[in-house]
């Protein structure tokens, strides 16, 4: 306790930010042991991801010490690798930041570190979507980006996002070359901060994003369908209503309690699309509106959920079915260049690029590796999230993918067809590709290593009556991929992924499974036999995994 007491307190005397400090101390008074040594029990660990965590005082929590540490780590990393530093001719880094406690502090923070570094810093105008970020860096000749972002984490929650000049989100080794540079930072005393000296950009940065939208929608295109449109609490609104008024869609009508930025996010448990419930106030709109489809970001608006009329009532799309449909609106519209995803996303997407003679690639998880595919025309993965415009933004964007699918339902509403119907269509054509997943999510993460252990030590061989007829430990890589924490077993007519998350306490178990569809009257058996395959398949996995 003495020893945990002299490391709180050292922390303390550098803390920056008198509500850290004040929240420190009142933990130091009381004597509470076992919150000081949660918050010191490590420091939290930058990698691919950047960073993210629950915001609060400590080297385990996010707080402005932290993002000092980060930013002047990065700095370091950027003048070792042959960026240049001081007087007009600097590399500029951008920064962007969302809406949630504390993102404007530490954008600040990264523009002082990095102008102290002497590098050029320049900060988004206000918090803006993430799309935007990366879009500037490329706009602008950034050699580096930041954003301030914890994207659909929890309230409390707040992160650390990293992109290099190409304007795609950091990949090994250059995370572990940051960290490293973290990691000498002896004190905060030794980064210099200065009060001024970064630039806060105007508006001409988000203008010239929104120009670049143009580039998404194909000339002289429907843009008939109307749309129920939610922010999710976060700062997609202004910018996405100003896209669909440019491309001259109809105004989108809002879920005007979650239009607003908010970082409590007072009307959903976790501010993503995907959770239950969080999208019950957009079907309530649009029960009393009766739109064509409904739209909704995620906080920091890179993700893109599309939701249809189904019978009598409305419901999410999957992620892996918005990234067939776009897939196939632009096979049709005739684009070229390779498709990409991530192992975790369906494989109907690569039958697609097949038929339609495109090169077809596949990746880790994640839009770092997606964003890397030479020749990229169009990335997705199954969590949301789709490039539509690798030139304009090399990551995901909920924005521009907003966009284009809504250009695809105004074209089949002129035709008197649905998103569902071009489903139905891709099913008959490619066999039905259904997907699920099994995520757990846990408070002791000892359980997510202890499900992997089992399941390496004890592989499941058969899977809702299905002969695995192939079982992979992407630990040790394959010819295509980098290795990584996962498991992939390939069944007859079905597929599992296994992998801890990247950016939340959780095992994600993605499953697909793929039922002929001979005549279209074939449709509801293969729907009713997918949903039992994917059910036993859950049932099964979770067995095996002891989860």
Same mark, same amino acid.
């Given at each position: ?96 930041? $969302?809406?949630?406690?504390?993102? #404007?502090?530490? /954008? &600040?923070?990264? =523009?002082?570190?990095? +102008? @102290?570094?002497?590098?050029? %810093? ?79 950009? $105007?508006?001409?940065?988000?203008? #010239?994003?929104? /120009? &670049?939208?143009? =580039?998404?929608?194909? +000339? @002289?295109?429907?843009?008939? %369908? ?322």
């Amino acid at each position: 306790m003495h020893d945990l007491i002299a490391r709180a307190s050292a922390w303390l005397a550098e803390d920056p930010d008198p509500d850290t400090r004040a929240e420190l101390a009142e933990l130091i008074e009381a004597g509470d042991e076992k919150e000081l040594a949660a918050r010191f029990a490590g420091t939290l660990q930058f990698g691919t991801a950047g960073l993210r965590g629950e915001i609060g005082a400590g080297p385990m929590r996010m707080n402005r010490s932290v993002v000092i540490r980060a930013a002047a780590g990065l700095a370091a990393y950027l003048k070792k690798n042959g960026t240049p530093y001081g007087g007009p001719d600097a590399g500029l880094v951008v920064i962007g930041y $969302d809406a949630r406690h504390k993102s #404007a502090d530490f /954008a &600040r923070d990264t =523009a002082a570190v990095m +102008t @102290g570094a002497g590098l050029r %810093a320049a900060v988004l105008p206000r918090p803006l979507p993430t799309p935007v970020l990366a879009f500037a860096i490329r706009h602008l000749g950034a050699v580096a980006g930041v954003e301030v972002t914890a994207s659909h984490n929890p309230p409390r929650d707040n992160g650390y996002k990293v992109y290099l000049g190409d304007g795609s989100q950091i990949v090994p080794p250059a995370d572990a070359g940051i960290a490293a540079e973290i990691d000498a930072i002896a004190s905060l005393h030794d980064v210099p901060r200065p009060e001024s000296g970064w630039e806060t950009l $105007d508006e001409a940065v988000l203008d #010239a994003y929104l /120009a &670049r939208t143009d =580039a998404v929608l194909a +000339t @002289g295109s429907p843009r008939t %369908a109307r749309t129920v449109y939610t922010a999710m609490h976060g700062v997609g609104k202004d910018v996405l209503l100003a896209a669909f008024a440019r491309a001259g869609f109809p105004e989108p009508v809002l879920v005007a309690e979650q239009a607003e930025p908010d970082p409590d996010f007072p009307t959903v448990a976790f501010p993503n699309p995907e959770e239950p419930g969080a999208m019950d106030l957009a079907f309530g709109r649009a029960r009393a509106t009766d739109p064509d489809l409904i739209i909704a970001n995620d906080p920091d608006a890179d993700r893109c959920a599309v939701a249809v009329k189904d019978g009598g009532d409305w419901r999410m799309l999957r992620g892996d079915e918005v990234g067939a449909l776009l897939a196939a609106h632009l096979v049709r519209r005739g684009v070229q260049g390779t498709f990409a995803e991530s192992i975790v996303s369906s494989s109907l997407l690569g039958r697609i690029a097949g038929k339609a003679g495109l090169p077809y690639e596949e990746t880790l998880t994640g839009f770092k590796w997606i964003a890397r595919v030479d020749g990229l025309r169009y990335g997705y993965e199954e969590a949301l999230g789709y490039c539509v415009d690798p030139e304009g933004v090399r990551d995901k964007d909920g924005i521009t993918a907003a966009l284009l699918i809504t250009e695809l339902a105004s074209g089949l509403k002129e035709e008197g067809r649905t998103l569902l119907d071009l489903l139905d269509d891709l099913a008959v054509e490619h066999g039905l590709h259904a997907t699920d997943q099994l995520s757990v999510r846990v408070q002791d993460l000892s359980l997510i290593a202890d499900a992997m252990r089992r399941l390496r030590e004890q592989p499941p061989t058969r899977l809702a009556g299905l002969a695995i007829t192939r079982a992979e430990d992407l630990n040790k890589g394959t010819e295509t991929l980098p290795p990584t924490d996962g498991l992939r077993y390939t069944l007859d007519g079905a597929r599992v992924i296994v992998r801890p998350s990247g950016t939340e306490p959780k095992l994600k178990c993605y499953l697909e499974v793929v039922v002929p569809v001979p005549h279209r009257a074939d449709l509801p058996a293969a729907h009713a036999r997918a949903k039992e395959l994917l059910e036993a398949v859950k049932r099964d996995l979770s067995a095996a995994a002891g989860i």
